[in-house]
């Protein structure tokens, strides 16, 4: 099992910046991805950025968001820059071990609140 714990969500004016941390504990060497995804009211979650051998980002988040790890604490980061309104969402942290090229079992965190005001 592996429990995430997600910070640092907040509100922020349009332009400003946050950064996300998410720690994760228990069977963390299994983790062979980790993620962070958003779900805005009345929206599918989404995929905004993923890190395992390489980092993966939304088209809507290039060039503003950036996905870092830090294996010895067990957490990955995600820093915000350029913040917009539609960037407004819960964050989840996402946690993966893969059995197969498309077989995984994954984890969630309790999610973190982002609002951004125009």
């Known amino acids: 099992q592996v429990q995430l714990v997600e910070s640092g969500g907040g509100l922020v004016q349009a332009g400003g910046s946050l950064r996300l941390s998410c720690v994760a504990s228990?069977?963390?060497?299994?983790?062979?991805?980790m993620g962070w995804y958003r779900q805005a009211p009345g929206k599918q979650r989404e995929l905004v950025a993923s890190?395992?051998?390489?980092?993966n980002y939304a088209d809507s988040v290039k060039g503003r968001f950036t996905i870092s790890r830090d294996n010895a604490k067990n957490t990955v980061y995600l820093q915000m820059n350029s913040l917009k309104p539609e960037d407004t969402g819960v964050y989840y942290c996402?946690?993966?071990?893969?059995?197969?090229?498309?077989?995984?079992?994954?984890?969630w965190g309790q999610g973190t609140q982002v609002t951004v005001s125009s």
């Open positions: 890190i395992s051998s390489g980092t």
């Open positions: 228990g069977s963390t060497f299994s983790i062979n991805a």
């Open positions: 996402n946690a993966k071990r893969f059995y197969t090229s498309n077989t995984y079992v994954q984890y």
